[in-house]
Structures are given as structure tokens and as C-alpha cells.
């Protein structure tokens, strides 16, 4: 009884394993097969020239999104994990809300400022600190005021009111 409840705990920690991130995907993977393996897109979105790029975010809480590219034939042209201080970096002021989505996807965690006439988006990322990165948005303009890193809420004992 114990060994099959321990083979079935180990494939399904498999699976969700194999589902959690596209692993082995390689150019050419039909988008049909990426969606299969790795769930429903979270987000999709098109450049002006037309390619598709589908996200998968693994949040709010997770600290990874994955961002499919596919060519004009609906197959991968590549994938990366966006959630990184190399993208984060590369991230100018006065681009467009929608570029931020391009690029990042949909973040942890959203919140507006009245006075300021600012929406600050945060993402969680793996780092060695407990901190996220955060985008400053204009209301008005939706576009990128400033971005910079902070403590995560969640390492902030006397900040944090989610579950313990």
C-alpha cells in the first residue's frame, strides 16, 4: 500500500514537473503541443509584424513566466524565462504598457497610486534577496515612469497580511 501511494505521489509531481515549464521544446513544436504540455496561455500577444508569443505565468506567487515565440507558420520559434534581472534591466523608460506585457507578461501583483496618477506593477523572480522588481506606470499615458527593485511584501513579516 505504501510503495503504490508513493509511486503515484512521484508521477504525479512528474507531471506537474514536466507541465510547470516547456523544458525540452524545441523549434518547430507545433503551438497545439505547446498548449497541450503546458496549459492555457495566460497572456498572448502580437508585434506589429505579426508573430504571435504566448505567456505562461506561474504566479502571482510563482517566480517564473515563460514567453513562447511562434513563427507565421504557428510553430515555437524560441522560449525564454523572462523573469530576470537581465530583462529587467533591459527595460527602458517610456515605453508602453503593452510592450511591459510583451516583455514581462502580467505581473504578481498590481497597485495605484491616485495622488500620484500611478499603477505600480510588481513581479516576483527567483533572486538570492527576497525582493521583486516593479514597474511605474502613468495612468494617463500608460507609460513606464521609472522601474526599480524592492522587498518582496512576503519576506516583510509586519507588512505581509496573506496567509502564514
Known amino acids: 500500500m505504501f510503495r503504490a501511494a508513493w509511486v503515484?505521489?512521484?508521477?504525479?509531481?512528474?507531471?506537474?514537473?514536466t507541465s510547470y515549464g516547456?523544458?525540452?521544446?524545441?523549434?518547430?513544436t507545433p503551438a497545439?503541443?505547446?498548449?497541450?504540455?503546458?496549459?492555457?496561455?495566460?497572456?498572448?500577444?502580437r508585434q506589429p509584424d505579426g508573430p504571435r508569443r504566448l505567456?505562461?505565468?506561474?504566479?502571482?506567487?510563482?517566480?517564473?513566466?515563460?514567453?513562447?515565440?511562434l513563427d507565421a507558420q504557428d510553430r515555437v520559434s524560441r522560449w525564454q524565462q523572462v523573469l530576470d534581472e537581465r530583462t529587467f534591466n533591459a527595460l527602458p523608460v517610456g515605453i508602453s504598457r503593452q510592450e511591459v506585457l510583451y516583455r514581462l507578461g502580467r505581473p504578481s501583483h498590481e497597485m495605484v497610486i491616485p495622488?500620484?496618477?500611478?499603477?505600480i506593477w510588481s513581479y516576483r523572480y527567483e533572486a538570492v534577496f527576497c525582493q521583486w522588481f516593479q514597474v511605474?506606470?502613468?495612468?494617463?499615458?500608460?507609460?513606464?515612469?521609472?522601474t526599480g527593485y524592492n522587498?518582496?511584501?512576503?519576506c516583510d513579516?509586519?507588512?505581509?497580511?496573506?496567509?502564514r
Open 115 to 119: 495622488r500620484r496618477n500611478e499603477r
Open 157 to 163: 513579516a509586519d507588512s505581509w497580511d496573506g496567509p
Open 32 to 45: 497545439a503541443e505547446v498548449i497541450a504540455r503546458m496549459g492555457p496561455p495566460t497572456g498572448e500577444y
Open 55 to 69: 505567456e505562461f505565468a506561474r504566479g502571482p506567487f510563482g517566480r517564473h513566466t515563460y514567453m513562447v515565440d
Open 136 to 146: 511605474s506606470l502613468d495612468r494617463t499615458s500608460d507609460k513606464v515612469t521609472e
Open 8 to 17: 503515484l505521489s512521484v508521477a504525479t509531481l512528474a507531471g506537474c514537473a
Open 22 to 28: 516547456p523544458g525540452d521544446l524545441k523549434p518547430g
Open 151 to 154: 522587498v518582496d511584501p512576503m
